[in-house]
């Protein structure tokens, strides 16, 4: 813009290089130490940005705008059109006031100066001699630190009240009433199509409203324009006046094929640098709030997932919508879990503490977790070679986990059970976590899968005609007592039973099995055949828990 000899706006100074904030011309002069005192120039109040003090005869140049220029006037023309073409310059540098030292040079602020600032609209101080440039200076910027203080306060006092806001169940409506009281502003969060959706604040005239509106649609379609290629684009923002208001839309980032979300603002003046990082915190907010995961609750994907689950779509078929990844969606492990310790962020409430939740999700790397009480089911899209979560952060929450081998979505049922068995057997042994893991080169492989499955059935065909508890509990406390290599203490752990029970329904098995089990060939024969009975088989793979050390019984 060339420069004129129109006086700077008082309420928009050009800001300090520093980004410190300008001080009202006023403060320095009701400061009683440094006895300043306006002369020449209009009353109204200006905002100083800096000090600047120089005895150049044109420092125009060297200006940047917004300062109170201090002189002595020690190369001031000596003629009265002089003194005018150096008023006129200053000003069109966009000095905010003049500051005029009375002695050594001057024993008075010359009369030709003050005619130029009157002329001018250029505020001019007279500045005793008992007070020194520096003085003024110092006193400048304790008041512009003073300034930055009370910026600082004013923000954050927002940032707390917008996340706040946040976490009610009304959070958009809240948030932008909050961002409206602020920002002294009307408020508005404009659908993709340009339909007003949420509002707060004093709302303008009509006109005003519709220009914003207008200026809202224009910065979505050229958003669209630039989205030819289907990947989301940044946040743009536009501004415009109209009458008494400052109009500002911005646009929030969003994977929508109509466009995205804006938040329009129509405020009774121009932002300050309070106004704006406000409406940021505000805007990141809002951008958070209106995606699909945080306006559903959940992901959209997931969401699909559950609805064609209850409507009885099968596992295999929605798996898929459940992975991040598509190339992990046919692969998952189940884990098990339960708080065996007391540590930071364990909990026992009922369907899970939001912090535990959070903390969980992030060490197993899934969102698809489920507390009740001390006990956890999780399931983690697993890609091949994929490494394990990070077990030792899980355990220093407390808890003990069990995890299956990776399988298909089809043998969900089955990784249950083995995540079921592993977390049973590592509360028994004491250890933080067990894996069971998938075995190509056994002893399995050596047997035709039919055969083995028809002996296994054979062998525990007396099962079926076991009185209380029933062949299931009886087969799972055979299996349990065989994993652990026939120790009493262990097995009962892991089942959460007392030993003499434990020892009531082996009895019972050998028994009906006509086997003795203190014979290492007779228990060698039976854990072979359990792993073949019908469900214990993942899709095309033999399976063997994680060997432990033999203990006594």
């Known amino acids: 813009m060339p420069p004129t000899s129109t006086p700077p706006s008082p309420t928009s100074p050009t800001p300090p290089p520093s980004g410190t904030p300008a001080v009202p011309l006023s403060t320095l002069l009701a400061d009683a130490a440094l006895g300043l005192q306006q002369v020449a120039g209009p009353t109204q109040d200006r905002l ?55 002695a ?17 609209g250029l505020p001019l101080l007279r500045i005793p001699p008992g007070t ?23 923000i954050a006092e927002a940032q707390a009240a917008l996340a ?12 932008l009433q909050q961002l409206a009281t602020r920002l002294g502003a009307w408020v ?15 709302r303008p005239e009509a006109p005003a409203a519709v220009q914003l509106r207008a200026l809202a649609a224009r910065t979505t379609a050229h ?33 929508i094929a109509d466009g995205p979300f804006v938040l329009g603002v129509a405020a009774p003046s121009r932002p300050t640098a309070v106004h704006r990082s406000v409406l940021g915190t505000a805007l990141v907010l809002l951008s958070l709030l209106t995606t699909p995961r945080h306006a559903l609750g959940t992901d959209t994907r997931s969401a699909a997932a559950l609805v064609r689950l209850m409507l009885g779509q099968h596992p295999v078929d929605v798996a898929r919508l459940l992975s991040p990844d598509a190339r992990a969606a046919d692969n998952w492990v189940v884990v098990h879990g339960r708080i065996t310790r ?67 979505a089809a043998d969900l049922t089955i990784a249950d059970r083995q995540a079921d068995r592993m977390l049973r057997h590592a509360v028994a042994t004491g250890t933080s976590s067990a894996q069971h893991r998938s075995q190509d080169l056994t002893m399995h492989s050596l047997v035709s899968p039919g055969d083995a499955a028809a002996l296994a059935q054979a062998r525990f065909a007396p099962f079926a005609e076991a009185p209380a508890p029933g062949p299931a509990v009886l087969l799972e406390t055979l299996r349990t007592w065989l994993a652990h290599h026939g120790n009493w203490d262990r097995t009962a752990a892991a089942l959460q039973l007392h030993r003499n029970t434990v020892r009531r329904r082996i009895a019972k098995s050998a028994e009906l099995l006509d086997a003795d089990l203190q014979d290492l060939n007779v228990r060698m024969e039976l854990w072979f055949a359990l792993h073949w009975l019908p469900g214990e088989q993942a899709t095309g793979k033999q399976t063997t828990a994680d060997p432990t050390e033999p203990t006594p019984p």
């Open 104 to 120: 050594p040079v001057h024993d008075e602020v010359p009369s030709a100066l003050v005619t130029a600032c009157d002329r001018h």
């Open 223 to 255: 958003v669209r324009s630039r989205s030819a290629d289907g990947r989301p684009q940044p946040p743009t923002a536009a501004a415009e006046h109209h009458a008494e208001f400052h109009l500002t839309v911005h646009t929030l980032p969003a994977e």
């Open 132 to 154: 020194p440039f520096v003085a003024v200076n110092h006193a400048a910027h304790a008041a512009m630190a003073e300034a930055r203080h009370q910026e600082l306060r004013q």
């Open 48 to 102: 100083v940005g800096t000090i600047g003090t120089t005895e150049l005869e044109d420092p125009a140049p060297y200006l940047l705008g917004g300062e109170l220029l201090l002189i002595a006037g020690v190369r001031l023309p000596e003629t009265t059109e002089g003194v005018d073409t150096y008023v006129q310059r200053v000003v069109q540098a966009g000095i905010a006031a003049l500051g005029f030292g009375v």
């Open 188 to 202: 508005v969060l404009l659908s993709p199509l340009g339909s007003e959706l949420l509002a707060a604040g004093t």
């Open 164 to 175: 706040t806001a946040a976490a009610r169940p009304d959070a958009l409506k809240a948030v």
């Open 342 to 408: 007391p540590g930071p962020g364990a909990t026992a409430r009922l369907g899970g503490d939001p912090v535990q939740l959070a903390a969980l999700g992030t060490v197993l790397t899934t969102p698809y977790l489920d507390i009740d009480g001390t006990s956890l089911r999780a399931l983690v899209p697993s890609s091949p070679g994929s490494p394990l979560p990070d077990l030792a952060s899980v355990a220093r929450l407390g808890w003990t986990l069990g995890i299956s081998s990776p399988v298909a």
